[in-house]
């Protein structure tokens, strides 16, 4: 799956108001359910993480949970690039394909999410 590039104009939030992402307490949980089915919610976290926005839902994670996330791991330099990498091996353990490295793609989504 292509990484987008453009994402904000495809995101399942574009028909909101930010008054539905920037909430506090349990308004939180319903911005994230916006993000559920969202076909660009990968980009919108990793951008997030990598700009490092404090405040609102972003990518289905709330400030807190991605202040967290940044805290677990400190050394990501591309929260871009990791997420791409770890979402292509999930599609293609889904998928079922055995790479040219001789390894299987669910051994690989085993590699990439402990990166």
Do not use: H
């Amino acid at each position: 799956m292509a990484w987008t590039l453009e994402w904000a104009s495809r995101g399942a939030c574009k028909a909101t108001t930010a008054d539905d992402l920037f909430v506090q307490g349990s308004a939180q949980n319903r911005a994230k359910q916006i993000c559920g089915g969202c076909p660009v919610r990968t980009e919108c976290l990793a951008d997030a993480l990598d700009s490092r926005i404090e405040f609102g839902v972003w990518g289905g994670m709330t400030e807190r949970e991605r202040r967290a996330l940044l805290k677990r791991r400190p050394n990501v330099q591309s929260w871009r690039r990791l997420l791409e990498t770890a979402r292509d091996a999930a599609l293609s353990a889904a998928a079922g394909e055995v790479t040219g490295s001789g390894t299987t793609a669910p051994e690989q989504a085993e590699v990439a999410a402990v990166v």
